[in-house]
């Protein structure tokens, strides 16, 4: 097990904690709300808007993350959006970071170490 499958695990159990024992979560991405360049490494920590993509057996939700910045440990704050089981995130593309359009208009950015997990959940919903 790699350090980002680490990192997702941590994450995924650190969700479950907040949205309770109604739901199940799947898998829970750490992405960010701002564009590629900003998205990525160093200026991330400065001006990004880091989000938590959340993916539970009945839905998907976008929530906010604390302010205090800390990637080390990320924990929610509130849920911003929830959305269909059945909304596409894929099929994961990009050099660094893939974009993902919401329903809503939102938009996050996901690292390239999670196209694998983005698949999962893409590949979940359609039955393959």
């Known amino acids: 097990m790699g350090i980002a499958d680490k990192a997702v695990e ?3 159990a650190a ?14 991405l750490n992405g960010s709300a701002r564009n590629l360049w900003i998205a990525s490494g160093l ?25 205090g910045r800390s990637w080390v440990k990320v924990r929610p704050t509130g849920v911003i959006s929830t959305y269909d089981r059945d909304t596409r995130l894929g099929p994961p593309r990009g050099i660094l970071n893939h974009k993902v359009r919401l329903p809503d208009g939102e ?6 170490v999670h196209f694998d997990q983005i ?5 979940e919903v359609v039955g393959a």
Request: glycine share 8%; charged share 25%.
């Open 15 to 28: 969700t479950q904690d907040f949205v309770g024992s109604g739901k199940h979560v799947q898998v829970a």
């Open 43 to 67: 200026l991330s920590w400065f001006f990004g808007k880091p989000r938590i993509l959340v993916a539970t057996d009945t839905d998907l939700e976008l929530m906010d993350v604390d302010s």
């Open 107 to 112: 938009k996050i950015y996901l690292h390239r």
């Open 10 to 12: 941590q994450l995924t």
């Open 119 to 123: 698949r999962r959940i893409d590949g």
